[in-house]
C-alpha cells in the first residue's frame, strides 16, 4: 500500500488509531489473497471437483451442507473451530441466511475470483 495524503476526514484519528486501521485493512487484503490462492490451487487439482469436494463434506440427502457437516469435516481433518468460528463460516457461506449451504452459494465462495 502506497502512502498517500490522507483524506481530511483521517486527520481527525490519532495515530495509534491509524495504524490500527492500516493493519486491519492490510491483514482484510492479505487474507484475501491468500484465499484467493487456496482457490485457485483447489480448482487446479486434477482429480478434485467442487463438486466432488460438496459431496465430501454434505452428509445428507438434500444437496445441502449444514454446520454440523463443515464442523464434522473440519474434526475429521484435525480442526476444530470455535462456535464463533463455525457461525462466521456460515454466514460467508450461506448467501440467502437459510441455514443451510446449497451447492451454488458453495461453488460462488470456492470459485477463484480472479
Known amino acids: ?26 491483514a482484510l487484503i492479505d487474507g484475501e489473497k ?13 482429480n478434485c471437483t467442487p ?4 459431496n465430501m463434506i454434505k452428509k445428507n440427502y438434500n444437496n445441502e451442507v449444514l454446520k454440523e ?7 475429521g481433518n484435525g480442526k476444530y ?8 463460516l456460515m454466514q460467508r457461506l450461506d448467501k440467502n441466511q437459510d441455514g443451510v449451504v446449497s451447492y451454488n452459494e ?3 465462495e470456492v470459485s477463484p475470483k480472479f
Open 1 to 26: 500500500m502506497n502512502e498517500r495524503y490522507p483524506p481530511s476526514y483521517f486527520l481527525g484519528f490519532c495515530c495509534e488509531t491509524k495504524k490500527n486501521l492500516i493493519a486491519l485493512i492490510k
Open 81 to 88: 473451530l470455535t462456535l464463533f468460528e463455525s457461525e462466521l
Open 106 to 108: 458453495f461453488l460462488a
Open 51 to 54: 463438486y466432488d469436494s460438496f
Open 34 to 46: 491468500s484465499n484467493e490462492e487456496c482457490r485457485q490451487i483447489l480448482f487446479s487439482l486434477p
Open 69 to 75: 457437516d463443515i464442523e464434522k469435516f473440519m474434526e
